[in-house]
């Protein structure tokens, strides 16, 4: 995949500069520890042809709360930081795009405190994710990292050698990707992606604590309060999961995208007829601010 060519602007400490010319520090804490906070944004061209960032608040919110779970240095202001990802998706004439702005650490080998932090925002071309093609999703032999020796809530760019390591034994297993449980064998989260499942017209989700706390996972909440479905968190094991109507994971990337299977398990219910069909399209006419019609409440 290509992420950029030669006339590609990132936004890089303050200026638009040629993704080809710019230059990192080999000497940073962050190449050589995983130790940077990160956020993975979308945007869409919407209804009226605009191009819309989808919960810019929230995102670089999280991107601040993930720097401050690791205490690095935080210098920037989110609506400057919004108005800079706009820039960025102008110069770059991009409207349905992926936005990977990541904080850094400046050249260091110990493990003190830096005074200083960066910034680099890029983005990329990616269309509305169609989702129709289910899942067959593995339980993972990759627990997620354990709370106690990590600050899970952050979005660390150390954490994701977990969900590297959990995708790709999936795939070699010839499944689409990984699920995987926390530290006392409930089910947690996929590895770029959180989960639901449907039961006897319910809503399933694991509590904040073991996760990362997903924009996306938010907004499927949202939406299930607006359309009266009943959402509940709480844990559970994958021997509850298999016994599910259907599931789901959900994230920026993903957006939502259905299940066949869990290991061996196919989910008995249609997708086409699953709450998670119908949390899928309002989802999508959400982040493309398709207007709602009398057609679409009904
Ligand atoms: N969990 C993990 C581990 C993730 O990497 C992501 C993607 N950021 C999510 C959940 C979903 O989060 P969001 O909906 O905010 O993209």
């Known amino acids: 995949m290509a992420y950029y060519n030669n006339d590609t602007i990132l936004y890089l400490n303050g200026a638009y500069v040629k993704a080809s010319e710019a230059s990192t520090d080999y000497y940073s804490q962050s190449l050589h520890y995983g130790y940077a906070v990160f956020e993975g944004i979308r945007?869409?061209?919407?209804?009226?042809?605009?191009?819309?960032?989808?919960?810019?608040?929230?995102h670089y919110e999280r991107l601040k709360n993930s720097?401050?779970?690791?205490?690095m240095p935080w210098h920037w202001n989110v609506d400057e930081l919004i108005e800079a990802t706009y820039e960025v998706l102008s110069r770059n004439n991009l409207q349905d795009a992926y936005i990977r702005p990541v904080i850094y650490a400046p050249a260091?080998?110990?493990?003190?405190?830096?005074?200083?932090?960066?910034?680099?925002?890029a983005a990329w071309e990616m269309g509305l994710f169609l989702g129709d093609k289910l899942l067959r999703v593995m339980t993972s032999s990759f627990q997620r990292p354990n709370p106690k020796g990590f600050k899970i809530e952050a979005k660390a760019s150390g954490h994701y050698v977990n969900s590297i390591l959990a995708s790709q034994e999936a795939k070699a297993q010839g499944?689409?990707?990984?699920?995987?449980?926390?530290?006392?064998?409930?089910?947690?989260?996929?590895?770029?992606?959180?989960?639901?499942?449907?039961?006897?017209?319910?809503?399933?989700?694991?509590?904040?604590?073991?996760?990362?706390?997903?924009?996306?996972?938010?907004?499927?909440?949202?939406?299930?309060?607006?359309?009266?479905?009943?959402?509940?968190?709480?844990?559970?094991?994958?021997?509850?999961?298999?016994?599910?109507?259907?599931?789901?994971?959900?994230?920026?990337?993903?957006?939502?995208?259905?299940?066949?299977?869990?290991?061996?398990?196919?989910?008995?219910?249609n997708w086409n007829d699953s709450i998670g069909k119908i949390i899928q399209k309002a989802y999508k006419?959400?982040?493309t601010e398709k207007p709602v019609t009398k057609e679409a409440v009904a």
């Open 43 to 58: 945007s869409y061209k919407t209804a009226s042809g605009e191009t819309k960032i989808f919960k810019p608040v929230e």
């Open 67 to 71: 720097a401050a779970a690791l205490n």
């Open 108 to 121: 260091n080998m110990s493990f003190n405190l830096n005074k200083e932090s960066y910034i680099m925002i």
């Open 175 to 269: 499944f689409d990707e990984a699920l995987l449980t926390d530290t006392n064998g409930n089910v947690a989260e996929g590895p770029g992606a959180n989960m639901f499942f449907e039961k006897n017209g319910k809503l399933v989700t694991p509590p904040l604590g073991n996760i990362l706390p997903g924009i996306t996972r938010a907004t499927v909440i949202e939406i299930c309060k607006e359309l009266n479905i009943q959402v509940e968190e709480r844990l559970f094991t994958t021997d509850e999961l298999k016994q599910a109507d259907t599931a789901f994971f959900c994230g920026t990337a993903a957006e939502v995208i259905g299940w066949h299977s869990l290991d061996d398990v196919v989910f008995p219910k």
């Open 285 to 287: 006419d959400r982040v």
